[in-house]
């Protein structure tokens, strides 16, 4: 059976070109890029050029703006802890409540030992509260951490202009741009942001490494403590394969946003969007269509349950994901649907859609003839069916 | 990815006894839309023999949630009020296999609504909701009351908050409940675990070695590890009577939370595991 990937948001299949491009790496190319040594040193070339690679997709000025770590979650909490503690004198942090946990739960850490945390909600749409956010934004704000792009419902946030009000202030900011970047231009160029999160796997790079662009000038310190590498700003011997892995992920990012193939890929995700809401009743788009990354959308479909969607979208071989408490292991349906107030009867039945550009018509279209049939055998089980009837 | 037992997976896909029995003898209702689960079922049951002739079920839920519900239909027909009565949530994930630890309050689930259902047999058929409104209710995110707490941990032998979670949902949301979870977890598992602990000399009574050495002995063994952890320790000072001062050292000297440090770690577990009347002051 062919797999239907439509779980892009969670992770994404390493492209061709990155596994090629690594490989020499875990073999004959094995020596430490901090070596004396030509065998060993010159892999610090390979790191150098990812390192551009990387800062040419984001729109860095200055390559050594890149700091490579091992994912994401790192980058935060390297941003995090970096931004309290080099002002130590600032005890307000604001944040929004749709995070990721890698945010989340950094946050929740600070506010037990006494600081002031502000989570910004958000309205039924998921857009970003900015008029509770510019109340609670003053001086003693040490830190504002804001994501580019919710990975459950793909909605953008207006993050130069939350960036700029910040710098006003006197914070830093930072965003956790692991859903945006490869999906839509990110450009910290001429921008207030100060730091940024990104992930190699959510656009075809490999899984385990992650980057943190720092604004040259940003007060920093180190999350990882230990050796010299990235001028002393993470340590840990570089992990060579993977970091050209990234540099090769980005270059191909950059191609797609350019060529054209995110249009297409919004066009996909378009047509899934309609063809589901039209041919099946009691539906409800989440997120904002009018400001959404381009792959993904997160449709509920009311009285019955995400995972047992799921599972029978598992037997047709397609993957997606749900916002429903049973997927999750935790009783409560997902944080960020909360957040938007979204109705129990329709959170517990969320299910998110994430297309790349790998993803065809025939795997929409196979979405489309089996999404009405299961649908309806849950209704038929189900005691509120009467309800949606 | 749950690991759910081929059984589960059949029960799931194809599920058994699907929909209402019209002009049902006994109805039983549990759970609701905001909980995530619920479960509808209606027995048919001979008047004289009291036997369960016919068992039809809706659920609104997971894949364990409809298995669990299929499964117990099959496991109640044919048997009498009584022996239906019996069968508890381990019977009905024993017949499916098992379930996963997370999901086990699906067959919870389903022991509830047969409880309402007989009852409601019992009350001329008039449908019944298992519900806890006389019972104190502990968890109020997902309306678990204290009984069907203290059940699940007597059937389970469950021994830790998240163990009550798993099965009863109980703490599941918000958390605010879980200290007083555990306080019923101690009260029904008090007579089964008994560490008694070593005689220890009162406080008052100790010398002022004595007194300094339990201290020291106290913040060696639980606080400093802690602080230990964010790059800092500390360091006691001088003892009058019940004031204890200490300084605190490392990443924790100067540190925007040693305020709360003081009051939470410190003076906490002085109070708990030396004496209660001790304060801890910052100098």
């Known amino acids: 059976m062919k797999t239907v990937y439509l779980d892009n948001n969670a992770t994404t299949q390493c492209a061709q070109e990155v596994i090629d491009a690594m490989l020499p790496y875990f073999g004959e190319k094995y020596g430490n890029a901090s070596s004396m040594h030509t065998f060993g040193g010159s892999n610090r070339k390979a790191i150098d050029i990812a390192r551009q690679q990387v800062a040419d997709l984001i729109g860095a000025e200055y390559a050594d703006e890149i700091i490579f770590t091992s994912c994401a979650s790192e980058s935060d909490n390297t941003a995090i802890f970096s931004a309290v503690r080099t002002q130590p004198k600032k005890k307000h942090i604001i944040t929004s409540a749709v995070e990721h946990p890698a945010i989340m739960e950094p946050f929740k850490y600070l506010e037990s030992q006494g600081y002031r945390v502000d989570f910004i909600g958000v309205d039924e749409k998921g857009n970003f509260d900015m008029d509770r956010f510019k109340q609670v934004l003053d001086e003693d704000t040490a830190l504002v951490s804001v994501m580019w792009a919710n990975s459950e419902t793909g909605t953008i946030f207006p993050i130069e202009e939350i960036a700029r009000l910040s710098k006003q202030k006197g914070a830093l900011f930072h965003t956790d741009a692991v859903q945006a970047v490869g999906k839509i231009p990110v450009q910290v160029g001429n921008t207030d942001i100060d730091m940024l999160s990104l992930s190699a796997h959510k656009f075809h790079g490999p899984k385990g490494v992650g980057a943190l662009y720092v604004r040259r000038g940003t007060r920093f310190m180190p999350y990882l403590m230990g050796g010299h590498q990235e001028k002393h700003r993470r340590a840990g011997t570089e992990n060579v394969p993977y970091i050209v892995g990234l540099g090769v992920a980005a270059v191909l990012a950059q191609t797609r946003l350019q060529d054209g193939t995110m249009k297409r890929v919004a066009a996909l995700r378009d047509a899934l969007e309609k063809g589901l809401t039209s041919a099946i009743a009691d539906t409800k788009i989440n997120g904002n269509p009018a400001a959404r990354v381009p792959n993904t959308t997160n449709i509920s479909f009311g009285y019955i349950e995400g995972e047992s969607i799921l599972m029978f979208l598992n037997d047709y071989g397609i993957c997606a994901s749900s916002g429903s408490a049973c997927t999750s292991g935790s009783l409560e349906p997902s944080h960020v649907l909360r957040a938007m107030g979204v109705p129990f009867q329709f959170a517990h039945g969320s299910i998110r859609f994430s297309l790349s550009d790998q993803t065809t018509q025939e795997d929409i279209d196979l979405v489309l003839k089996v999404m009405p049939g299961i649908v309806e055998k849950l209704r038929k089980i189900s005691p509120f069916s009467r309800l949606a009837a | ?283």
Not at chain 2, 44 to 72: H, Y
Request: glycine share 8%.
């Open chain 2, 1 to 283: 990815m749950w690991d759910y037992t081929d059984k589960v997976m059949d029960h799931f896909k194809n599920p058994r006894n699907v929909g209402t029995i019209p002009n049902a003898d006994g109805t039983g209702q549990v759970g609701s839309l905001v909980c995530g689960d619920a479960l509808k079922l209606t027995i048919k049951v001979n008047k004289e023999t009291e036997v369960i002739e016919d068992a039809k079920f809706e659920t609104f839920g997971c894949a364990s949630a409809i298995a669990s519900s299929s499964m117990l239909t099959e496991m109640i027909k044919g048997k009498t009020l009584e022996e239906a009565s019996k069968i508890t949530n381990q019977d009905i994930a024993d017949a499916l296999g098992t379930l996963p630890a997370e999901k086990m309050h699906c067959s919870v689930m389903g022991m509830e609504a047969l409880e309402a259902a007989v009852k409601s047999y019992r009350q001329g058929g008039k449908p019944v909701t298992f519900e806890q409104e006389e019972e104190k209710i502990v968890c109020h995110c997902f309306n678990v009351s204290e009984e069907t707490i203290i059940k699940a941990i007597r059937a389970n032998h469950l021994t830790t908050v998240e163990d009550v979670t798993h099965f009863t949902k109980a703490g599941g949301g918000c958390g605010r409940c879980k200290g007083e979870i555990q306080k019923i977890l101690d009260k029904v598992n008090a007579c089964q675990i008994t560490t008694p602990k070593a005689e220890e000399k009162d406080f008052s009574k100790m010398t002022m070695v004595e007194k300094i050495r339990r201290i020291e002995k106290v913040l060696e063994e639980e606080v400093r590890p802690k602080l230990n952890m964010d790059g800092g320790s500390v360091e006691l000072v001088d003892l009058e009577g019940t004031l204890v001062k200490v300084r605190l050292l490392g990443m924790c000297s100067g540190c925007m939370g040693a305020a709360g440090t003081i009051k939470n770690l410190v003076e906490k577990a002085l109070k708990e595991q030396v004496d209660p009347s001790l304060t801890v002051e910052h100098i």
